[in-house]
């Protein structure tokens, strides 16, 4: 699918606004450091070769006997890829070893008796001074030693002191690289997995340490490096409109995968520091969710649209969506939230006959995907949901046609397709459920739509934000609108 380059353009800095506006946060928080140190990660790591497959990573990683993996603490979800990288590598190679940055290597018998089941996780945390010592979600990297646990894979505290001072990081470094040596060597047959954080990994940093070492003591190795969103290349995909890439090949035997933007990213570390800061595990969403509203009506340009939408109170977030931050749902919902607003019914809808309210309603959820989309490129969901839906509506050949048509944003549906749809919401007008997941299937489908229509120019930032303040209220209108938008 061929795209803009100027919207791209326009949707790429759409988001930079939004990093920005959080990075601003955290330099509230804390001033950074270590700048040269990091500097020489993201120096490192600019572009990529090619996108690639999960599969091939885990091919490469079955045949190395050093997979580092780059942790970016505050962001579980990165946890949460490594916990399942290391079972499925498991289902490959079962001689498996994982070295870990959070417990120190001094700490290794405590982390044994709670692994082996003789002392409780709170003793266990308390033992390592968790919260003193390192303070991030435990969640995420609880993950990863559960995962270990079920597999019956050893476990290694790796890191030493000073851990929060970066003008030792050096000494740091070769002291976490020698215990890293000490364990290849206990069993050099054996895949050892580190996951440490990112910025240790560039190649003159803990990496060239450790091959410092095994070289000097004549002990061969193959390496595999698995990073995890860097910004630098996410920007890169997006530029290109390779927004589905979930996985690239940096170079030979480096890898970047993404499972989180860069807005969710820095969010995460936003929170992070709130809490510690502020001793707060609750966090505080007041930022995130003034700019998710801002830089969304800043890209529609109406911050000057009209009162109903410059006087409307931020909304809290959700707080469905606050215990496992996704960033898609979360723009979905202030999306509707402004289109609500822009329609004046944010504090009294208007009455409409079922069918009206039904199509208002996909074109609400449409629009709310489309932002999520403009945010987060890579959301998707809509095959799944689409598998729930059809189970529930039962067989009817002629509405699953209608609905796969739909929802295919290179299917062009007819006159028949929405006459057969039109048919069954008057027939399960009552079963409340159904019309709710299948609402939302059909506006996510709208959505899809709109975001391709929008980054090929077929539809302007000036017709959507017509569509977000069209009042849709006249009989049939919502129907009327939605299937003119379906057929742009």
């Not at 039904?358 to 095959?383: A, P, Q, W």
Request: hydrophobic content about 40%.
């Amino acid at each position: 699918m061929t795209y803009s380059k100027q919207r791209l353009r326009e949707v790429i800095a759409l988001k930079r606004a939004a990093v920005r506006r959080i990075q601003n946060g955290i330099g509230e928080f804390t001033v950074s450091s270590g700048g040269k140190y990091i500097r020489d990660f993201n120096r490192e790591f600019q572009t990529f070769q090619a996108i690639c497959q999960a599969d091939v990573i885990l091919e490469e990683a079955s045949d190395a006997n050093l997979v580092w993996i780059g942790d970016y603490h505050a962001l579980s979800r990165g946890q949460n890829y490594a916990a399942q990288f290391v079972r499925e590598l498991a289902g490959r190679n079962l001689n498996l070893a994982l070295a870990v940055e959070p417990v120190f290597a001094r700490s290794q018998n405590v982390l044994e008796r709670w692994m082996s089941g003789r002392i409780s996780e709170q003793e266990f945390l308390d033992g390592i001074r968790y919260d003193q010592e390192w303070g991030c979600d435990w969640n995420g990297y609880k993950a990863i030693f559960d995962t270990a646990r079920e597999l019956k894979i050893p476990v290694y505290g790796i890191d030493c002191h000073p851990r929060n001072d970066m003008r030792s990081i050096s000494r740091r470094d070769q002291g976490v690289a020698r215990r890293i040596v000490r364990l290849i060597e206990s069993d050099p047959s054996r895949t050892l997995i580190v996951i440490f954080g990112e910025s240790h990994l560039a190649a003159n940093h803990l990496p060239g340490r450790v091959r410092a070492i095994l070289e000097k003591k004549g002990i061969a190795s193959k390496e595999l490096l698995i990073l995890q969103n860097v910004d630098s290349v996410y920007w890169k995909l997006q530029e290109r409109g390779l927004h589905d890439a979930r996985a690239v090949r940096l170079r030979d035997g480096q890898y970047c995968v993404f499972n989180a933007t860069p807005i969710e990213k820095y969010e995460s570390f936003r929170q992070y520091l709130h809490k510690c800061i502020e001793e707060d595990s609750s966090g505080d969403w007041t930022l995130l969710a003034q700019t998710l509203m801002e830089v969304m009506m800043d890209f529609l340009a109406m911050k000057k649209a009209g009162s109903a939408v410059t006087s409307m109170p931020i909304p809290e977030l959700n707080s469905a969506l606050i215990d496992r931050f996704q960033l898609g749902p979360a723009a979905e919902e202030f999306a509707r939230f402004i289109h609500q607003a822009c329609r004046g019914e944010l504090e009294k809808p208007t009455e409409r006959a079922a069918g009206d309210q039904f199509f208002v309603t996909v074109i609400e959820n449409g629009l709310g995907y489309f932002c999520s989309k403009l945010l987060d490129s890579s959301r998707d969901g809509i095959e799944s949901l689409e598998d729930r839906v059809l189970s529930q509506i039962g067989y009817n050949d002629q509405l699953t046609r209608a609905i796969t048509l739909l929802v295919d944003p290179g299917k062009r549906p007819g006159a028949q397709h929405f006459a057969a749809l039109r048919a069954a919401i008057d027939a399960r007008a009552g079963r409340k459920k159904t019309m709710r997941m299948l609402s939302q299937l059909l506006g996510y489908g709208l959505g899809r739509r709109l975001y391709h229509a929008y980054l090929q120019s077929r539809i302007s930032r000036k017709e959507i934000q017509v569509l977000f303040h069209d009042p849709l209220n006249t009989p049939n209108r919502p129907l009327e609108c939605y299937m003119e938008l379906i057929l742009l």
